[in-house]
């Protein structure tokens, strides 16, 4: 719905404020009607266009750390997330400096990939998700389990207690078409921050 403003000559609906005529009978539509009522209809398209953007995806936010700290509030009982980085998950020791370091990730990708927003909701669900890295593809959702370790002899990365530790009910219930598993030998313990990168957004979940 339009909000009126206390303007005597405009409308002001979804932050956008445009020139209209004095109260008064219907007068026939004229061309600066017209350029009104496509002014009001292109203003309602911007602002539905900003309400839709993906949680978590923001293509106007630069690479880096310009926008670090912000925080995405889903509701609904899902954690917040805090942003890390317009850039890839990395890991090490808290300090906000650039690390390199790869954190264990648990991955789908391509249309089996949940949305950004299923993405946050299955981190929120799961004890040792520290994170998830989006892309602003929307097909991509890996989280980071810098507590995810390997099973056997140790030689495959793929070959771990994901699915089997002590969250297991939980890890499958919610990663049924998580098919990417990625154990690194010591993975940094903490998920601190990321390489920049545009396009790619990594945040960090809040307990």
Request: glycine share 12%; charged share 20%; net charge positive.
């Amino acid at each position: 719905p339009m909000s009126f403003g206390s303007e005597a000559f405009g409308i002001r609906a979804s932050g956008c404020t445009v020139a209209r005529p004095l109260r008064g009978s219907r007068p026939p539509m004229t061309p600066s009607m017209l350029m009104l009522a496509s002014a009001l209809r292109l203003c309602w398209i911007s602002a539905a266009a900003a309400a839709s953007v993906a949680p978590g995806i923001r293509p106007d936010w630069p690479a880096g750390s310009a926008r670090r700290g912000q925080v995405e509030v889903l509701g609904g009982g899902i954690a917040n997330f805090s942003l890390l980085s317009v850039g890839y998950c990395r890991g090490g020791p808290p300090g906000g400096g650039i690390a390199m370091s790869i954190v264990s990730y648990v991955r789908a990708r391509g249309s089996k990939a949940p949305k950004s927003k299923a993405c946050f909701e299955i981190c929120s669900r799961l004890a040792r998700c520290a994170g998830v890295e989006l892309r602003i593809s929307d097909d991509w959702c890996e989280l980071q389990i810098p507590a995810l370790s390997r099973v056997g002899d140790g030689s495959s990365e793929s070959n771990t207690d994901w699915r089997s530790g002590v969250d297991a009910a939980a890890e499958v219930a919610n990663t049924v078409d998580f098919d990417e598993i990625n154990s690194v030998l010591d993975s940094p313990a903490a998920l601190t921050t990321g390489a920049p990168a545009s396009g790619v957004y990594c945040w960090a979940k809040q307990n």
